[in-house]
T-cell receptor, first 112, second 110 residues
Framework: DTEVTQTPKHLVMGMTNKKSLKCEQHMGHRAMYWYKQKAKKPPELMFVYSYEKLSINESVPSRFSPECPNSSLLNLHLHALQPEDSALYLC???????????FGPGTRLTVL | RKEVEQDPGPFNVPEGATVAFNCTYSNSASQSFFWYRQDCRKEPKLLMSVYSSGNEDGRFTAQLNRASQYISLLIRDSKLSDSATYLCVVNRDNTGKLIFGQGTTLQVKP
C-alpha cells in the first residue's frame, strides 16, 4: 500500500457543526501533516506530527484540532468553522520529517 | 520577498518543446529541495527530489545550485499530459515544514 487516503472527499458543514476529517497511511511513515489549500494558492502547513507527537502548530485557530491516534492515522476535528475556512484540506506523510512528503487526495470543505 | 520564488507563468509551449522552470530560495540554511506537480483540483504529486549533483528522470532534469540558491527543472519533449502547475518546494530546516513557491503553470498545446 503506497498511498495516503483521506475521507470524506467532500464535506459541507454549517458554522455550528462539528465534523472530523480522517487520513490514513500504511507505508510505515512516522511523520504526518495537515495542509490547507485555497484556490490558485500553494498549500499552507497547519500541523506536523512526528512519531505521533505534535511537533509544529502553525498558529492555527483552535477551531481546528488535530489528533494522531496511532502511527497510521491522523484526524482533524472541526468545530465552529467560518466560511473563510472553506478550502481543500490535504494530508501528507513521510518516512521522517526530513524526507519527501506524499499527499492524499484531499477533502474539499465548504462551510456555509 | 517570498522565501521561495517562482515565475508564475503561464508557460504556453507546443508539444515537443523543451521548457525550463527556475526557482530561487532565500534561506541559505535550507536542507532539501523538491519539485511537485499539481493538476487542477488534485493533490500535489512528488515529481523529483533535487540534489547538488543534479538528477534526471526520463524527460525531466533537476538541478540545484546552492551557491546561487537556485533550483531548476528542465522538461524535454513536452507532452500534452505535462500540462499542470509545477511547485518548487524547500524543506528549510528538516522539521517537515515545507516552503512552497507560488507555482508555475505549464500549458502544452498540440
Amino acid at each position: 500500500d503506497t498511498e495516503v487516503t483521506q475521507t470524506p472527499k467532500h464535506l459541507v458543514m454549517g458554522m455550528t457543526n462539528k465534523k472530523s476529517l480522517k487520513c490514513e497511511q500504511h507505508m510505515g511513515h512516522r511523520a504526518m501533516y495537515w495542509y490547507k489549500q485555497k484556490a490558485k494558492k500553494p498549500p499552507e502547513l497547519m500541523f506536523v506530527y512526528s512519531y505521533e507527537k505534535l511537533s509544529i502548530n502553525e498558529s492555527v485557530p483552535s477551531r481546528f484540532s488535530p489528533e494522531c491516534p496511532n502511527s497510521s492515522l491522523l484526524n482533524l476535528h472541526l468545530h465552529a468553522l467560518q466560511p473563510e475556512d472553506s478550502a481543500l484540506y490535504l494530508c501528507a506523510s513521510s518516512p521522517r520529517v526530513d524526507n519527501e512528503q506524499f499527499f492524499g487526495p484531499g477533502t474539499r470543505l465548504t462551510v456555509l | 520577498r517570498k522565501e521561495v520564488e517562482q515565475d508564475p507563468g503561464p508557460f504556453n509551449v507546443p508539444e515537443g518543446a523543451t521548457v525550463a522552470f527556475n526557482c530561487t530560495y532565500s534561506n541559505s540554511a535550507s536542507q532539501s529541495f523538491f519539485w511537485y506537480r499539481q493538476d487542477c483540483r488534485k493533490e500535489p504529486k512528488l515529481l523529483m527530489s533535487v540534489y547538488s549533483s543534479g538528477n534526471e528522470d526520463g524527460r525531466f532534469t533537476a538541478q540545484l545550485n546552492r551557491a546561487s540558491q537556485y533550483i531548476s527543472l528542465l522538461i524535454r519533449d513536452s507532452k500534452l499530459s505535462d500540462s499542470a502547475t509545477y511547485l518548487c518546494v524547500v524543506n528549510r530546516d528538516n522539521t517537515g515544514k515545507l516552503i512552497f513557491g507560488q507555482g508555475t503553470t505549464l500549458q502544452v498545446k498540440p
